[in-house]
């Protein structure tokens, strides 16, 4: 199963930002940069602190800690936590370049040591997780991304084709526009869609940002109410495998 939950920032300053979650895995690199254009992900080992473009290494949970720099020039150094990372120095210009994320799945041809079980989206009756950042001056956001295959991946490496659901808790410089307020699971929400094209892949791309505390946001979710309104949409199907 390739249940791709994304703990991700993208950094668009010089600063810092920290953040926790429990698990994740990212899209492809915005801008056209393919991952073989950006050379290969590296491990050194039992280093924690993680300042090389997309190298990576296991967290104490098991998750794969991964620096995803994606545009040549830019930097950022992320120290690895139990489970998640703190960003600890970034060197970008003015546009996004960095995607640093703790994941468990696939990512990138880097999977983490265990998969989740695998089921249909029909066949999930409980889907909750506890979410804690702390997102410093910064343009960007950080998130947690939910990924969909159409068929069941198992730990494939490739793209998923179905639904990539973004569950945004912080963000700064990014106001929200084109989209629509819902209260889901006694939560306001702002939500965006449209059709996500890369890499000659497409899928349905959800957004979904807390209308809360969503400069330092802390809470325990149930992400059930949340998918099945995306099912209701027409933008999930229940054959689909997360």
Request: charged fraction near 20%.
């Amino acid at each position: 199963m390739r249940l791709r939950v994304l703990t991700s920032a993208l950094l668009a300053a010089l600063a810092a930002i920290a953040g926790h979650a429990t698990a994740s895995a990212a899209a492809d690199p915005p801008d056209g940069l393919s991952p073989a254009m950006l050379g290969p992900a590296s491990n050194r080992g039992h280093t924690s602190v993680l300042c090389r473009p997309r190298e990576w290494n296991f967290s104490r949970s098991g998750l794969v800690a991964y620096n995803d720099v994606f545009v040549r020039g830019y930097s950022e150094c992320i120290r690895i936590r139990p489970a998640g990372f703190r960003v600890t120095r970034a060197r970008t210009g003015s546009t996004f370049g960095a995607y640093p994320d703790v994941f468990l799945g696939c990512e990138y041809g880097v999977c983490s040591k265990e998969p989740l079980p695998t089921k249909p989206v029909r066949d999930i009756t409980r889907m909750t997780m506890t979410l804690y950042t702390r997102f410093d001056s910064v343009v960007g956001n950080d998130a947690t991304d939910w990924w969909f295959d159409r068929a069941n991946p198992g730990r494939s490496t490739g793209h998923p084709n179905g639904t990539e659901l973004m569950v945004w808790l912080a963000w700064r410089g990014l106001p929200p526009s084109g989209g629509y307020e819902v209260r889901l699971g006694g939560w306001s929400w702002y939500i965006e869609h449209w059709l996500a094209v890369s890499h000659h892949k497409t899928w349905q791309y959800v957004q979904v940002r807390w209308l809360g505390r969503h400069l330092h946001p802390s809470l325990r979710l149930n992400m059930l109410p949340m998918l099945r309104y995306i099912e209701r949409q027409g933008w999930l199907k229940p054959s689909w495998y997360p």
